[in-house]
């Protein structure tokens, strides 16, 4: 069951982004935030149903990433979201893509996911959500304060989560070769 709310997760994205940028910002919003809110609820059935799999640990973090940069470029294109925010926020996922590859085959054991890292995709899927409530009939403008501030948090945690899951590589990878 979490591994089919994350595939859920990753099958609404081409449906939300098509509304949004079609002006469907309401029924956008509301789907992307009840894919959101699935990010949480997988994890939670996994922990206390034992349902952890090797899929699921690459699955959601996928489906996170994914799901973050989607609104990111649609905010963006919007003039919602800043661009160096959007460079910064999808920058630090393409570079943790491009590396994952060598840190997964070389280090020794599987980095594990930091509080740090789950309070950054937290904050920035909800800050993201209120950005883009701010482009609906739901409240309008009083959602931009909301969401920009819960981004820019989300931001700063992102690059910090970043740097300590690279550390953690290091060490791991370091580890493997009998270095430390």
Same mark, same amino acid.
């Given at each position: 069951?979490?591994?089919?709310?994350? /595939?859920?997760?990753?099958?609404?994205?081409?449906?939300?982004?098509? @509304?949004?940028?079609? !002006?469907?910002?309401?029924?956008?919003?509301?789907?992307?935030?009840?894919? /959101?809110?699935?990010?949480?609820?997988?994890?939670?059935?996994?922990?206390?149903?034992?349902?952890?799999?090797?899929?699921?640990?690459?699955?959601?973090?996928? /489906?996170? !990433?994914?799901?973050? =940069? =989607?609104?990111?470029?649609?905010?963006?294109?919007?003039?919602?979201?800043?661009?160096?925010?959007?460079?910064?926020?999808?920058?630090?996922?393409?570079?943790? @893509? /491009?590396?994952?590859?060598?840190?997964?085959?070389?280090?020794?054991? !599987?980095?594990?996911?930091?509080?740090?890292?789950?309070?950054?995709?937290?904050?920035?899927?909800?800050?993201?959500?209120?950005? =883009?409530?701010?482009?609906?009939?739901?409240?309008?403008?009083?959602?931009?304060?909301?969401?920009?501030? @819960?981004?820019?948090?989300?931001?700063?945690?992102?690059?910090?989560?970043?740097?300590?899951?690279?550390?953690? =590589? !290091?060490?791991?990878?370091?580890?493997?070769?009998?270095?430390?």
């Amino acid at each position: 069951m979490p591994n089919v709310l994350s /595939a859920l997760r990753l099958a609404l994205v081409p449906v939300f982004v098509w @509304l949004f940028v079609t !002006r469907r910002e309401e029924a956008a919003v509301v789907l992307y935030g009840l894919g /959101a809110s699935t990010d949480w609820l997988d994890g939670y059935i996994a922990r206390r149903t034992g349902q952890i799999t090797e899929l699921g640990r690459l699955l959601d973090p996928l /489906a996170d !990433r994914i799901y973050i =940069a =989607a609104l990111v470029v649609a905010l963006t294109i919007r003039g919602v979201l800043p661009l160096w925010l959007a460079v910064g926020i999808v920058g630090r996922d393409a570079l943790l @893509l /491009a590396l994952f590859p060598l840190v997964d085959r070389k280090a020794t054991a !599987r980095i594990r996911v930091n509080f740090i890292g789950k309070t950054a995709t937290a904050s920035l899927l909800g800050g993201l959500t209120f950005l =883009a409530l701010s482009e609906t009939s739901f409240g309008g403008e009083v959602w931009e304060p909301i969401g920009f501030a @819960l981004v820019v948090v989300g931001f700063v945690l992102y690059w910090i989560s970043g740097i300590m899951y690279a550390r953690s =590589a !290091r060490a791991s990878m370091g580890a493997g070769r009998g270095g430390g």
